[in-house]
C-alpha cells in the first residue's frame, strides 16, 4: 500500500515564497502532481510530472511562480511555490498514478484517474 504524507504548509504574506514536499512510501515510480481545492471549490490540478522526472505541466494559474520537481532517489515529491497570492490560498494533496499515458495536462484534469492521494497540507496567503 502507498502511502504519501505533505508537509511544508503554512501561513504567508502575498508574494512570500513555501516549498511543499510530499514523502512516497514505497517505490515512487509513478506519475505524481499537486492538487489543491479551496473551500466551495473544486479540487484542482496545480502541477505534474512524469515517472522519471523529465516532463513537468502546469495550470495556467501558477505557470512562472510554482516548480515540480522530485528526487526518487529520496521517494520525495516538492513544489516549489513563488510569488504566492491570495488566490493560491488551500488544501494541497500530493497524489499518484501509475501512468499518465495520456499527457500530464490531461492527467491534471482528471483528479478520479489518480489512485493515491495524502491527506493534504494547508497554505494560506494573505494580503
Known amino acids: 500500500q502507498v502511502q504519501l504524507v505533505e508537509s511544508g504548509g503554512g501561513s504567508m504574506q502575498a508574494g512570500g515564497s513555501l516549498r511543499l514536499s510530499c514523502a512516497v512510501s514505497g517505490n515512487s515510480r509513478y506519475c505524481m502532481a499537486w492538487f489543491r481545492q479551496a473551500p466551495g471549490k473544486e479540487r484542482e490540478g496545480v502541477a505534474g510530472i512524469s515517472r522519471g522526472g523529465g516532463t513537468t505541466d502546469y495550470a495556467d494559474s501558477v505557470k512562472g511562480r510554482f516548480t515540480i520537481s522530485r528526487d526518487n532517489a529520496k521517494n520525495t515529491l516538492y513544489l516549489q511555490m513563488n510569488s504566492l497570492k491570495p488566490g493560491d490560498s488551500a488544501m494541497y494533496y500530493c497524489?499518484?498514478?501509475?501512468?499518465?499515458?495520456?499527457?500530464?495536462?490531461?492527467?491534471?484534469?482528471?483528479?478520479?484517474?489518480?489512485?493515491?492521494w495524502g491527506t493534504g497540507t494547508q497554505v494560506s496567503v494573505s494580503s
Open positions: 497524489a499518484a498514478t501509475y501512468s499518465c499515458s495520456r499527457g500530464i495536462a490531461d492527467a491534471l484534469g482528471n483528479p478520479t484517474g489518480f489512485v493515491y
